[in-house]
């Protein structure tokens, strides 16, 4: 079965330095997301692409986060300076949009702890 | 932001019965999809249902969808200690110009006793 592939599974860092977490999607799939997952908020969209186009990245504290879709092969996503608060497991997703009769397929997530 | 809010938060039933799962939103959406997410693991996709459906199944799952009163529910029948996770609805929604993005419920924490 086709995988969407998120690395690294677990990082702690400290808190001022600066993460990168990397998703490779399915081949063949045009739209990826970015979610946040924590017990209080749930899953909370950060950004999301669609033909490596930035669509929306209006769930994301701009000062600190970006995402990035260099190819079609990799989505990165960067916390610079990461703070306490961003302790979340992230996860990414990608699908083929196309009339919107298919659903997404999830990585199994980025585990990250800032300390 | 959040757009599905499932209802109940928690249920807890015995092997072999029903579980029903109830999903209302806001806005207008494409579709709306039913996940799965076992403790500690990412989301497994369920079912879709189109805007202009109003029922579906996939083996066990039956999903409605009634775009009058924007809810959903999900009914899985004959309950296994193996459905045991949190199921999220996501509604796949327009965003701005003529994009959709998919948003997440909060989830309902399904336990089935054996």
């Known amino acids: 079965d086709a995988r969407v592939t998120q690395t690294p599974r677990h990082k702690v860092t400290e808190m001022g330095q600066e993460v990168t977490m990397r998703c490779q999607p399915i081949?063949?799939?045009?739209?990826v997301f970015w979610y946040r997952q924590t017990m209080m908020q749930g899953l909370e969209l950060l950004a999301y692409?669609?033909?490596?186009?930035?669509?929306?990245d209006s769930g994301m504290p701009k000062d600190r986060f970006s995402a990035e879709m260099p190819d079609a092969t990799l989505a990165t996503l960067k916390i610079q300076p990461s703070e306490p608060r961003d302790s979340a497991v992230y996860f990414c997703?990608?699908?083929?949009?196309?009339?919107?009769?298919?659903?997404?397929?999830f990585g199994s997530g980025t585990r990250l702890t800032v300390v | 932001s959040q757009q599905g809010e499932e209802d109940p938060q928690a249920l807890s039933i015995q092997e072999g019965e029903n579980a029903t799962m109830n999903c209302s939103y806001k806005?207008?959406?494409?579709?709306l999809q039913w996940y799965r997410q076992n403790s500690g693991r990412g989301l497994v996709h369920l079912i879709l249902?189109?805007?202009?459906?109003r029922e579906k199944h996939s083996g066990r799952l039956r999903v409605t969808l009634d775009t009058s009163k924007k809810s959903s529910s999900l009914l899985i029948t004959a309950s296994r200690a193996a459905d045991t996770a949190s199921y999220f609805c996501?509604?796949?929604?327009?965003?701005?110009?003529?994009?959709?993005?998919?948003?997440f419920g909060k989830g309902t924490l399904l336990t089935v006793n054996p």
């Open positions: 996501a509604t796949d929604e327009k965003g701005g110009g003529s994009n959709y993005k998919l948003t």
């Open positions: 997703a990608s699908g083929l949009h196309s009339g919107g009769i298919y659903g997404y397929t």
């Open positions: 692409f669609r033909n490596r186009a930035p669509l929306d």
């Open positions: 249902i189109r805007s202009n459906e």
């Open positions: 081949l063949g799939h045009n739209t």
């Open positions: 806005t207008s959406i494409n579709n």
